[in-house]
């Protein structure tokens, strides 16, 4: 795909597609008891339906309505055999996730995804759940995972990795299980687990430091999807970035987990705003407008908040004054690709002054962008943010793989293409 220089101001409202997160957990959360649920505006992009997927093989039947879904679930007990592997997709959310769920049945379940996800570790996850008395088995430590479901019991876990996909799995395996579980995270990461399963009915507390979790009698409950604000970090950074923006981003989901980049965009100098909707919720607008650019300094502890976004901050930095130092990022080595060195590869070839680090990278700005060909490495994100650096380039920028935005924000390059044709924002 060839993508031109654009410096059209973002002005108006944009409401981002629903949250990749809630989606996912709205859907696979469906199965661990009986009855029925609604889940409003979900996210519909090939993660989700990953998700989408597993259940419906497990016995839940899924109507779609307009802009919502109506989940029936018989309920562990009800639970059907299914009659092939469970295709995860491209979806670690997915695979996790059901590695966690799946202890509640009764039957031997087999997971697989794509090459790409087939690459990405999984013991991660299956080590906790065996000291929970799961059988979990995995291939060299990846996919294709198989997890025996049945009686298992509490644990006590110190996570080496803060991960909201291994601690999600623990906590779903924690509300089947004879026993406590206690779950104690490096640094804290997005905590959407913990509050739909109490909304659910689980008891679920923070307590010295570890979560801890009872065996519960779970109740479903209906899901409202704010947008997701890593789908919308891509249009914040654009409005951050070219002058006479001034972008109200609606609907937002603003709990501080997920505020990493925002709070970040705005230390850099971006003119950030938010708005909280209704007296209860973490769900808001966010209004970004351009600012004059300083580096920042990206710790250990900011990453979690952030862990998607980190690619798109580095490509901000190239324009903000100074350097820019990231560390603690380990994680995005073992993302849909290796996002450090693929952000650096990329950057690079665009003109940037980056640095690689194991953990993380170091930019030094500001520096002018100029054309050139990249590469998605088969990761949405990715493709998201080199288009994002396009607009900011001198030249014509041929990105391969943008397709792959299909993962998390299907209708990305249709908003992005009638942006640069001059459509104004009025979702």
Not at 261 to 271: E, H, N, S, T
Not at 395 to 421: C, K, M, N, R
């Amino acid at each position: 795909m060839e993508l031109t220089p654009c410096r059209n101001p973002l002005k108006g409202h944009l409401r981002p597609p629903s949250d990749k997160s809630v989606t996912h957990r709205a859907i696979l959360f469906s199965a661990l008891a009986p009855g029925a649920c609604v889940i409003e505006h979900p996210l519909i992009a090939a993660d989700t339906l990953s998700s989408r997927h597993v259940v419906e093989s497990l016995g839940v039947t899924v109507r779609a309505e307009q802009d919502r879904w109506i989940l029936q679930s018989p309920g562990p007990q009800g639970w059907s055999k299914p009659q092939d592997v469970l295709d995860c997709g491209n979806s670690g959310t997915t695979m996790r996730l059901a590695m966690g769920l799946l202890a509640a049945g009764s039957g031997r379940y087999q997971l697989s995804g794509d090459d790409s996800l087939s690459a990405r570790p999984m013991e991660r996850v299956a080590r906790p759940l065996r000291s929970m008395g799961i059988a979990v088995e995995t291939q060299d430590g990846h996919a294709p995972v198989t997890v025996q479901g049945g009686a298992h019991h509490g644990t006590t876990y110190v996570m080496p990795v803060a991960s909201a996909q291994v601690k999600s799995a623990i906590l779903l395996a924690a509300v089947t299980a004879l026993g406590a579980t206690r779950v104690q995270e490096p640094y804290p990461t997005r905590d959407y687990t913990e509050r739909m399963l109490r909304a659910m009915g689980a008891q679920v507390q923070h307590q010295e430091g570890f979560i801890t979790v009872e065996p519960s009698s779970l109740h479903l409950v209906d899901t409202m999807v704010p947008g997701d604000p890593s789908s919308a970090a891509f249009w914040a950074a654009l409005a951050a970035l070219i002058p006479g923006s001034d972008l109200t981003l609606r609907e937002m989901s603003i709990s501080p987990r997920r505020m990493g980049f925002y709070r970040l965009l705005q230390a850099m100098g971006a003119m950030v705003t938010t708005e909280r909707k209704g007296a209860e919720g973490d769900v808001g607008d966010i209004r970004v407008a351009p600012g004059q650019l300083a580096g920042v300094t990206v710790l250990p502890e900011d990453i979690p908040d952030m862990i998607d976004e980190v690619p798109l901050l580095a490509l901000v930095a190239t324009q903000a004054q100074g350097e820019t130092v990231i560390s603690g990022a380990h994680e995005l080595r073992v993302k849909e690709s290796d996002r450090i060195a693929a952000t650096v590869k990329n950057l690079r070839a665009l003109g940037a002054r980056i640095e690689e680090r194991e953990d993380g990278m170091v930019i030094h700005g500001p520096t002018r962008l100029h054309g050139a060909s990249v590469e998605a490495a088969g990761d949405h994100r990715m493709a998201m943010m080199l288009a994002v650096a396009a607009a900011v380039a001198d030249g014509p920028v041929f990105l391969e793989g943008a397709q792959h935005v299909a993962i998390s924000y299907p209708d990305f390059f249709t908003q992005y293409h009638q942006w640069t044709q001059g459509q104004s924002f009025a979702s």
